[in-house]
Nanobody, 121 residues
C-alpha cells in the first residue's frame, strides 16, 4: 500500500521557521517527482513547491520564493520543506504529493493526509 506521511507541522510565531518532512513507503519513489501543496480554510488547494527525482527542476510558488526551500533526502523516498520567515498567510494544511512536478495538482498520483501549519501574528 502506497503511503505518504507528512510531519513537522505545528504552531509558530510570524517570522519563525518550520521544517516539514514527507516519508514515502509502499513503493520506490526514487524515480518520482514530488511536491508540496497547501490548503487554507475556505480556499482551494494551491501549489507550494516541487522537485524532480534527482533533486533538480525545482519550482516555487511566487508567494514562497526566497523563504521556502524544497529538498529530497538521500534515500529519495523522503522530501523536506524548510519554511523560514513564516507569515500568518502561510497558515494552512500542507500536503505532500508524488508523481509529477509543477503546479497542477491533478497531475500527481499520490497524496498524504496533510500536516497543519499555523502561524500566529
Amino acid at each position: 500500500q502506497v503511503q505518504l506521511v507528512e510531519s513537522g507541522g505545528g504552531l509558530v510565531q510570524a517570522g519563525g521557521s518550520l521544517r516539514l518532512s514527507c516519508a514515502a513507503s509502499g513503493r520506490t519513489f526514487g524515480s518520482y517527482s514530488m511536491g508540496w501543496f497547501r490548503q487554507a480554510p475556505g480556499k482551494e488547494r494551491e501549489f507550494v513547491a516541487s522537485i524532480n527525482w534527482i533533486g533538480g527542476n525545482i519550482y516555487y510558488a511566487d508567494s514562497v520564493k526566497g523563504r521556502f526551500t524544497i529538498s529530497r533526502g538521500n534515500a529519495k523516498n523522503t522530501m523536506y520543506l524548510q519554511m523560514n520567515s513564516l507569515k500568518p498567510e502561510d497558515t494552512a494544511v500542507y500536503y505532500c504529493a508524488a508523481g509529477s512536478v509543477g503546479g497542477r495538482a491533478s497531475a500527481y498520483d499520490y497524496w498524504g493526509q496533510g500536516t497543519q501549519v499555523t502561524v500566529s501574528s
